[in-house]
């Protein structure tokens, strides 16, 4: 709980860092660097409910592909509104959809709430293929703004501003006492007095805007999206091994996962072109963070790592139809 | 019958102080059985109440109907003021009532200090820290208090449970056999922490098996069988009545 100003050095030093590295490198890896912010922010944004709640979400990549349509969209014509204002814009249309599925899906147990919320992404993604307003399959068109620099600060902003909420809100607040204390324990959090369907739901909202930001700076970086590039299911995935693999629950993990995970999968890219031993790597990684590393990377670096009645434990045992995510 | 007014007379004694929880023709079953089975109880201000019985006589569905975890079919509750019979845990909470599971119920991955927390977070948040701290100092688990809470012993994640109840600042608190099968400088802890609570005017309505825990810190004993109150009285008063100690709790020892 105590943060020392000693910790605060490595932290200081990689904001820093990350601030002069449009000075330190090209716009190739400037691209890379983007794409690394953007999955450790997407990762935190899964990690809110998913690891301080305890609640499994399969869709959310439907709340980032609602960011990037939402901004596309308002972008082209007729409005061709300016790119900032589309981003409040993404963030309500995203909240109306996260109240309505979160709602009546976050009071059953975890496993119906991570079918609901699965189910709620390929019924968007349905829905974006066969209307003409969407683009249909063939997508949409942003207007294209080719500034490297621009964008990879953007996405710096939103990913040190997600840190810093998530930060605030679970690690240095009753919110974040509340969150895990009905994840661990339900119906002791409610024996508290904590009105848990309602903590539950305002998690799920932030962790769902947080993923329509980026999917609106997404939409703008790549100027072209499709259902497939911004709603599909393969984005979750990576959300969630990216979490796993980090540290399920932990402030850092989602960007320690998400930025190593990112880089693995350019640099095989850049090697052996678009092959399908990135998605096996992915699946190894799942395998032996579940047998071996409950805690994920950030669990190596504990002093008392848990053994018994993880995040990972929680989360699982709530999928498995437990009550309140214990045993 | 004859069992039924013993506990509706001592029950008018103690009506003077006026009562804390008054339980009505409380019914709720589950398939064929009725775990409550028309249930008539009350709990005096500032009373110990223990509530014995054997087995599946209902108690822990008692509890979980007053705190709200299970609906009645019918019946009325009375908190403090309020009916709160078919009212949502949470609400309940905030109303002042606090309970213990018969399964400690940690937050696993939070420290001890944080469960304590966590607790007061919804409502007590004022002065949350001193009271964990002063908690953490009368239930002698300050040497544990950055641990993770499943990392401590059966008998500490009981004390802990006790803890965040006592950081509710209720005014009755349910317990669920908080003393079974602890270590006996953990309960001297625990008696003395419900003592110094009961100085406070909270009062306590207790489900115990060991009779001499019943004996030395309840007031008075409310016994079920099948999902009803049989009987209800003074510890000597349950002993002499020959037909309740031999059909519910055995011989005395």
């Known amino acids: ?327 | 019958m004859s069992r039924t007014n013993l506990a509706v007379e001592n029950d008018e004694i103690r009506s003077a102080g006026g009562y804390i929880l008054t339980v009505h023709d409380l019914y709720r079953h589950f398939g064929g059985i009725n775990a409550a089975n028309g249930v008539n109880l009350n709990v005096g201000r500032r009373e110990i109440a223990g509530l014995i019985g054997p087995n599946g006589s209902g108690k822990s569905t008692l509890f979980s109907l007053v705190a709200g975890t299970i609906k009645p079919d019918r019946g009325q509750i009375h908190f403090d003021g309020h009916e709160i019979a078919g009212m949502s845990p949470h609400r309940i909470a905030r109303l002042g009532l606090a309970r213990t599971f018969q399964i400690p119920a940690m937050f696993d991955n939070m420290t001890v200090t944080e469960n304590l927390l966590a607790a007061a977070a919804q409502d007590h948040w004022q002065g949350a820290h001193e009271r964990a701290a002063d908690t953490l100092s009368l239930l002698k688990l300050e040497h544990v208090a950055d641990n993770r809470a499943s990392d401590l012993s059966g008998g500490q994640q009981k004390l802990l449970e006790f803890g965040r109840v006592i950081m509710r600042q209720a005014s009755l608190i349910l317990l669920d056999e908080v003393t079974a099968g602890v270590h006996p400088n953990i309960r001297k802890i625990m008696l003395e922490a419900i003592a110094r609570l009961r100085e406070r005017g909270i009062s306590f309505l207790i489900i115990e098996h060991d009779m001499e825990m019943v004996r030395n810190v309840c007031d008075r004993i409310i016994v079920m069988d099948s999902g009803r109150v049989v009987a209800s009285g003074s510890f000597n008063e349950i002993v002499r009545n020959s037909e309740v100690m031999q059909t519910y709790l055995g011989r005395p020892q």
Not at chain 1, 72 to 85: E, I, K, N, R, Y
Not at chain 1, 112 to 130: D, S
Not at chain 1, 260 to 288: C, E, K
Not at chain 1, 289 to 310: H, M, Y
């Open chain 1, 1 to 327: 709980m105590k943060y020392r100003w000693v910790s605060l050095v490595p932290l200081i030093a990689a904001i820093v860092l990350l601030a002069l590295l449009p000075a330190l490198v090209n716009n190739y890896w400037l691209r890379i660097a983007t794409g690394a912010l953007m999955w450790a922010g997407l990762a935190c944004s899964w990690n809110m409910l998913g690891g301080y709640a305890g609640y499994i979400n399969f869709g959310q990549s439907a709340f980032f592909g609602l960011g990037a349509y939402t901004s596309a969209l308002l972008m082209g014509d007729p409005l061709s509104l300016p790119f900032f204002a589309t981003i409040p814009a993404g963030i309500v249309v995203t909240a109306i959809f996260a109240i309505i599925i979160g709602a009546p899906t976050l009071r059953l147990r975890g496993a119906y709430f991570a079918i609901a919320t699965w189910a709620f992404a390929e019924v968007l993604t349905q829905f974006v293929n066969v209307v003409d307003f969407t683009g249909g399959i063939g997508g949409l068109n942003l207007p294209p703004f080719l500034d490297e620099r621009f964008f990879y600060f953007t996405m710096f902003a939103a990913a040190v501003l997600t840190y810093l909420v998530t930060w605030a809100l679970f690690e240095r607040s009753r919110f974040g006492l509340k969150v895990k204390a009905l994840r661990d324990h339900e119906p002791a959090a409610e024996a508290m007095g904590i009105n848990t369907a309602l903590v539950k739901l305002q998690t799920f909202l932030l962790s769902a805007v947080t993923a329509s930001v980026f999917g609106s700076i997404f939409a703008y970086w790549v100027t072209f999206i499709n259902p497939k590039s911004v709603f599909g299911g393969d984005i979750t995935d990576q959300m969630v091994v990216m979490v796993l693999l980090g540290g399920l629950g932990s402030l850092w993990g989602p960007a320690i996962g998400g930025v190593g995970l990112f880089v693995v999968n350019r640099l095989i890219w850049m090697n052996w072109g678009d092959t399908a031993f990135y998605i096996a790597i992915l699946g190894a990684a799942i395998v032996l963070v579940v047998l071996f590393l409950p805690n994920g990377i950030v669990g190596l670096f504990a002093k008392r790592p848990a053994r018994s009645g993880t995040v990972l434990d929680k989360a699982v045992n709530r999928l498995a139809g437990g009550e309140g995510g214990h045993s």
